[in-house]
DNA sequence: AAAGCTGACAACCGCCGTTGA
DNA sequence: ATCAACGGCGGTTGTCAGCTT
């Protein structure tokens, strides 16, 4: 183990003579004059020096290890290896489900900010966690999974949003890419989805295209829906394409965001956007700090790559059904029972087209507009009202996301207690299923279930709270055996909803997402507002 | 049994902020 | 004010073990 390397280390000096310069076996090191430092595996005998180094003399001043102990290591490996494995205290094996539980949580507000979680997690080192994080990435990338429980992504928006003052769209650099790639910043699904809606809502008053809007990555793993429904309008899909995944019925309806579509979507040249999330303040600042368009005009959409394996995976069929790991199992009868919406005052038919009934986000426009008026009769409820039963049976979504099986999740940190999921549920009725859904539906065969999504395998769901049955769109059964779980609540949708205008909808202070209007999303991206 | 794949782990590298001279 | 050393942090890479094909 080690690498091997030729790099010189940057600090630490070992003499040539060192007793401990060539022990064992040499995975190389520097040299400087003579001076060797050792490189690749600690051996216990090295260990032991170490240790008693930071009995006599404490931590710090890893230097001095080497100078003091003629220890073939520089400073930083000392440190590392101290920390890593030396130092008392240290938890060994394998993380709990609830500290997996916590890391997602923590990862989702801090983004890869893994020294900071390990202070949250005695025991663990940072290293632990990244290791964790990054092998958890590759199988959930491999799976075509979000990264986290929609609904947790959204919880954990605030922390990230309130060290940042300007929208948290990133404009398309490699860096994007990076994040949302290599450093584990894929956003969760949903949360494009969802956002991706509001993009496409000029219509709709308010909303300002200079806002938070930003031309993104130029990832082939972070597709542009503009790229695919306004670059190239009236392009038929192809097959490997990630939006294709809503492709039966008027959800896959592209053109219609031509019709919605602002000038400046249409000057802008985007071949992809993208919102980085969760948002790391630091990656903000470089990325917005590296010419990030701020006028372009859409929010990302976050279509992984797994949209093109699920594209290649047979679509769901109306009464979608799996079973063995990441069942759904719909079971329409019993939806009633968990929804209780007080009555729109205009109830949106379970199926109603929208005007235009030409495509997805036209649908979603419509329905939000129909949604605003209601609120403002209904405001303080949160509802998938317009989750009909003929709407259920018709796509199996909204059954699959709330069987009497649910086992909610709302996490306990989260006041609100709603999701992304829920929202995007609740304005994507026409659809008939949830882009949430859609993605898992597609791709939750393809991973193991998460034991992290668990917290105790409890309902934890108030039904009392609209929000929160909302919240629990999102249902992702366990393995056989294994618990089910539900989402993580989010409060940052409360937050949202609680700084959010009120242009169209009735209340900001409703639960999470119900209160958002259409014209109020853009202060998604205004997270600096949020308390 | 061998090859390939994957996960887990350990360690190094480079960047950056802090601190003190 | 400047600069160098130090330490922390995040990213990356290498190795090994277990599993699957």
């Known amino acids: 183990m080690g690498r091997s390397s030729t790099a010189e280390s940057d600090d630490g000096v070992l003499s040539a003579d060192s007793p401990l310069s060539n022990d064992g076996d040499n995975f190389g090191g520097s040299s400087n004059g003579g001076v060797v430092l050792k490189k690749g595996p600690w051996t216990s005998a090295e260990d032991s020096i170490l240790v008693e180094y930071v009995k006599k003399h404490g931590e710090g001043n890893w230097n001095a290890v080497q100078k003091h102990t003629g220890l073939a290591r520089c400073g930083k490996s000392c440190r590392l290896r101290w920390a890593n494995h030396l130092r008392p205290n240290l938890k060994k094996g394998a993380f709990t489900s609830e500290e997996e539980r916590l890391i997602i949580e923590l990862h989702a507000k801090m983004g890869n900010k893994w020294a900071r979680m390990a202070a949250h997690l005695p025991g663990r080192t940072d290293n632990e966690i990244k290791n964790y994080w990054n092998t958890r990435i590759k199988r959930r990338q491999r799976a075509g999974l979000p990264l986290y429980p929609p609904d947790l992504c959204l919880q954990s928006l605030p922390e990230n949003q309130q060290q940042l003052s300007s929208p948290r769209i990133y404009g398309g650099d490699k860096s994007c ?3 949302l790639q290599s450093n584990g910043y894929r956003a ?13 809502t000029p219509e ?3 909303i300002p295209t200079s806002i938070s809007m930003g031309n993104g990555f130029a ?5 542009s829906f503009v790229h695919q429904t306004m670059g190239m309008p009236e392009r038929a899909q192809e097959p490997d ?3 294709s995944d809503y492709g039966s019925g008027a959800v896959n309806e592209a053109p219609a965001f031509n019709r ?11 071949q992809s956007f993208g919102l980085c999330f969760p948002y790391d303040p630091d990656h903000t600042k470089k990325l917005l700090s590296s010419g990030v368009n701020q006028e372009t005009s859409f929010m990302s959409f976050s279509a992984s790559e797994h949209f093109a394996d699920a594209q290649k995976s047979e679509l769901p069929s109306l009464q979608y059904q799996e079973t063995g790991l990441g069942v759904w199992d719909p079971q329409p009868e019993s939806f009633d029972s968990l929804v209780q919406s007080p009555p729109l005052s205009g109830p949106l038919p379970s199926h109603c087209p929208s005007p235009g009934s030409s495509g997805l986000l036209e649908d979603l426009i419509y329905e939000a507009k129909s949604l605003g008026k209601s609120e403002n009769q209904s405001s303080g409820w949160a509802t998938s009202s317009n989750v009909s039963h003929g709407e259920i049976k018709a796509d199996g979504s909204a059954l699959r996301t709330c069987s009497p099986e649910f086992k909610g999740y709302i ?6 207690g709603n999701s992304m999921g829920s929202f995007f549920n609740r304005y994507t009725p026409t659809i008939g299923r949830s882009l949430e859904n859609d993605m898992t539906m597609h791709h939750v065969k393809s991973e193991a279930f998460d034991p992290s999504w668990i917290v105790d395998g409890e309902s934890k769901v108030d039904y009392s709270r609209p929000d929160a049955i909302l919240g629990s769109c999102w249902v992702k059964q366990g393995s056989p ?5 539900g989402p993580t609540a989010d409060s940052t949708a409360a937050r949202l909803g609680d700084n959010l205008g009120t242009n169209t909808s009735a209340s900001a202070s409703t639960w999470g997402f119900s209160s958002c209007s259409w014209n109020n999303m853009p202060a998604v991206c205004q997270m600096s507002d949020i308390p």
């Open 411 to 416: 996490d306990p940190n989260s006041p609100s």
């Open 260 to 270: 919605t579509r602002t000038d400046s979507c249409v000057n802008k040249s985007f």
């Open 481 to 485: 055996g294994s618990k089910q779980k």
């Open 219 to 223: 990832s082939p793993q972070s597709y």
């Open 188 to 200: 969760p699904d949903i949360m494009f989805d969802s956002f991706n809606i509001l993009a496409y």
């Open 177 to 179: 890419h990076d994040i």
């Open 241 to 243: 394409e990630p939006m």
């Open 204 to 206: 709709i008053p308010g």
